[in-house]
């Protein structure tokens, strides 16, 4: 006898929670950025209103939605939320939280610059660029890691992975912090260089040269930081 595996049916909450993501995803926007009233969605959907509301909840936990109580229910881009939202509560400590970081951007930026090399679009090229003569520019400590942390999201989104995309967003906030812990002991002209170097060896598509370079940023970034040394467990 064969026997099939046996698929579990997903809830009818997941499945509006399904068809919801779909529908933005496919209308980029959910109709100017909002979800049709809760009793229209719920007539449309065939489903109660119950349904629909804890549907959107969940979808709001996970950064697609806001729901704004008297108003409506707005499309947010907002998927980084979550995570960034746990990693205080995971990793209390500061300075131990910022070691980590530079452990998983070793991890993630190299192959995010050697696939924004492959991948990379002009138009993407150009914001590259813009992010990069503004910190070039800039001799404001918060327009400098704005530029800095800019010229980073657009490397994610060059690499043309969406879940490499969506992972340096997730770390945004903790980058930023980053950032101004290394720029309130340093100026940004390791950074503008070094931005410098990323940037051209993606112009010339050479992937190799790119991750080098981005490499090479992350260890000057990881001194900048002069973090103390991890204790080691007992």
Not at 93 to 118: C, G, S, T, W, Y
Not at 167 to 186: A, D, F, N, V
Request: hydrophobic share 40%; proline share 4%.
């Amino acid at each position: 006898m064969a026997f099939s595996s046996i698929k579990p049916q997903r809830s009818l909450v997941e499945e509006v929670c399904a068809r919801i993501a779909s529908e933005i995803r496919d209308e980029g926007g959910g109709g100017n950025g909002w979800l049709p009233p809760e009793r229209d969605l719920a007539l449309k959907l065939g489903v109660s209103r119950p349904v629909v509301r804890e549907a959107t909840k969940r979808l709001e936990l996970q950064g697609l939605l806001e729901v704004k109580h008297g108003v409506g229910t707005k499309v947010v881009d907002k998927l980084h939320k979550p995570l960034n939202g746990s990693l205080a509560l995971l990793i209390p400590d500061d300075k131990e939280r910022l070691r980590q970081l530079i452990q998983v951007r070793f991890m993630l930026e190299p192959e995010n610059a050697r696939l924004a090399a492959e991948n990379a679009t002009p138009a993407q090229l150009r914001r590259l660029r813009a992010a990069l003569q503004e910190l070039a520019e800039t001799q404001d400590f918060e327009t400098a890691v704005e530029a800095d942390m800019a010229f980073h999201r657009e490397l994610a989104a060059a690499s043309g992975n969406q879940i490499a995309n969506l992972l340096l967003h997730s770390l945004s906030e903790l980058i930023q912090t980053s950032l101004q812990h290394g720029y309130s002991r340093t100026s940004t002209d390791n950074a503008v260089r070094q931005h410098s170097a990323v940037l051209n060896a993606i112009e010339k598509r050479d992937p190799a040269a790119a991750a080098k370079a981005m490499r090479e940023h992350l260890i000057t970034a990881e001194a900048d930081l002069a973090l103390p040394k991890a204790k080691k467990a007992a």
